[in-house]
């Protein structure tokens, strides 16, 4: 265990196995995210169901990490702005898309 090789196959090992942790503890806070936009969306009587939301966040995680690494750079600091910031994005795209546009099918 204390040879370099060991050492640094153990470090991609780990590198590895947090990535994939973060990757799947992201899109459990976007299915989070996607079933409370959902609920909200069919409340508001709009015209989106549960597939294209996700789909849409899939993409919306974009800007809410960028944010979440680029605040604390300037000293601010915000819990859940990832959340947060996904949220709004999300529901502002489900309340001001125009609803005679056709919605794409998943």
Known sequence: ??????VFAISIAFAFALFIGLMFARLFSLLFVSLMVFAVATIGKQKWNFGQLFVMGLYATTLPTILEILLPLFGIILPRVFLVALLAFMLAVVFTKDSNQPVAKV
């Open 1 to 6: 265990l204390s040879s370099p090789s060991s």
